[in-house]
């Protein structure tokens, strides 16, 4: 008997309904790899148009509605108001061109700026001094500041700055009527992040030395005060780092000991779901490795493309606006 002979055997005994059903897990493998597919991009956004190539990807906004007993502590003025805590992402443009200034203009409602450049969330110091005043507009020390109307420390600090935002924004609060104010937006760049803040204290989710700590606690404080104000938090988005030699790292990648700035992303997520705040995702969608020269000055100042698109995807996603 040849070669060819005993194949035709070997294949005589493997029968018809063995091929049929190979077939049929092969198909179904197919269909169900179809059919997730198109489930996971129910839940992407598409970038087509904002930066350069088209592409989708999966953000994570979260959105909490006030609850009506809360709603209904506050008296409709009529006008939106909207009060924004932040650092140079709100600051470095004071123009048009800027971020809440696009909102207003989107949204036609009041958009109040209290945005103090180089802050952070979380504080540097346990103890307040003198030697690094910018604790002072951390958003923590700047939520108590709100809470109990008491804003002497931030009178006292902005005296130690130069750049007039300090002052300014400071009494922009001071005179500020929080029951006017609908909602308030928290957002801040990666200043948490690049100045190596601590991401989170395993023993105390309250510990203003910590970035989610320090934004709990302040979003605490802030709901306890004024319990009819919608709270939202915007996240960062994407930048770069110097590390230890002054080389540009992607902040995707490096990890000073705290996380990458991924790490940071979650905490503020985690934050926003357990506090019940709304959280608007500008890290996936917005700037990437590849579109990253197109949508940022230098390593993490934002252009006013990017504060454009954000803009749109707040007021998208917060008011339904198209």
């Given at each position: 008997?040849?070669?060819?002979?005993?194949?035709?055997?070997?294949?005589?005994?493997?029968?018809?309904?063995?091929?049929?059903?190979?077939?049929g897990v092969i198909l179904a493998v197919i269909v169900f790899s179809v059919v997730k597919l198109w489930i996971w991009n129910q839940g992407t956004a598409e970038t087509e148009g904002v930066v350069e190539g088209d592409f989708s990807v999966?953000?994570?906004?979260?959105?909490?509605?006030?609850?009506?007993?809360?709603?209904?502590?506050?008296?409709?003025?009529?006008?939106?108001?909207?009060?924004?805590?932040?650092?140079?992402?709100?600051?470095y443009y004071s123009n048009e061109e800027g971020v809440c200034e696009q909102i207003a203009s989107k949204l036609g409602a009041t958009c109040i700026n209290a945005g103090f450049p180089a802050s952070t969330v979380a504080l540097k110091n346990a103890s307040y001094s003198d030697e690094y005043p910018l604790d002072a507009f951390s958003f923590y020390n700047v939520s108590k500041a709100m809470a109990a109307g008491d804003y002497s420390q931030m009178d006292s600090a902005a005296t130690k700055f130069?750049?007039?935002?300090?002052?300014?924004?400071?009494?922009?609060?001071?005179?500020?009527?929080?029951?006017?104010?609908?909602?308030?937006?928290?957002?801040?760049?990666?200043?948490?992040?690049?100045?190596?803040?601590i991401g989170m204290n395993p023993d105390n989710d309250s510990d203003p030395l910590t970035y989610s700590g320090a934004l709990n606690a302040g979003i605490k404080a802030i709901q306890e005060a004024?319990?009819?104000?919608?709270?939202?938090?915007?996240?960062?988005?994407?930048?770069?780092?110097?590390?230890?030699?002054?080389?540009?790292?992607?902040?995707?990648?490096?990890?000073?000991g705290n996380g990458r700035?991924?790490?940071?992303?979650?905490?503020?997520?985690?934050?926003?779901?357990?506090?019940g705040v709304s959280f608007v995702d500008?890290?996936?969608?917005?700037?990437?490795?590849?579109?990253?020269?197109?949508w940022l000055l230098d390593n993490i100042h934002v252009n006013a493309a990017c504060n454009k698109h954000m803009a749109e995807h707040f007021a998208k996603v917060i008011y339904g606006a198209e």
């Open positions: 008997m040849n070669k060819t002979e005993d194949q035709n055997k070997e294949n005589q005994g493997i029968p018809k309904w063995a091929f049929i059903a190979l077939l999966e953000v994570m906004d979260q959105i909490f509605l006030l609850p009506e007993d809360k709603k209904a502590m506050h008296e409709d003025d009529g006008q939106e108001t909207i009060l924004f805590l932040g650092n140079d992402i709100l600051t130069e750049d007039s935002n300090y002052y300014k924004h400071t009494d922009v609060l001071k005179a500020l009527d929080m029951n006017t104010v609908d909602t308030l937006v928290i957002f801040y760049d990666a200043q948490d992040y690049i100045n190596l803040r004024y319990p009819f104000i919608r709270i939202v938090c915007m996240s960062f988005p994407m930048c770069y780092a110097y590390d230890n030699t002054g080389s540009l790292v992607n902040g995707d990648m490096y990890d000073f700035l991924t790490t940071y992303l979650q905490f503020m997520i985690d934050v926003s779901g357990a506090t500008n890290y996936y969608g917005t700037i990437h490795e590849d579109n990253s020269s197109e």
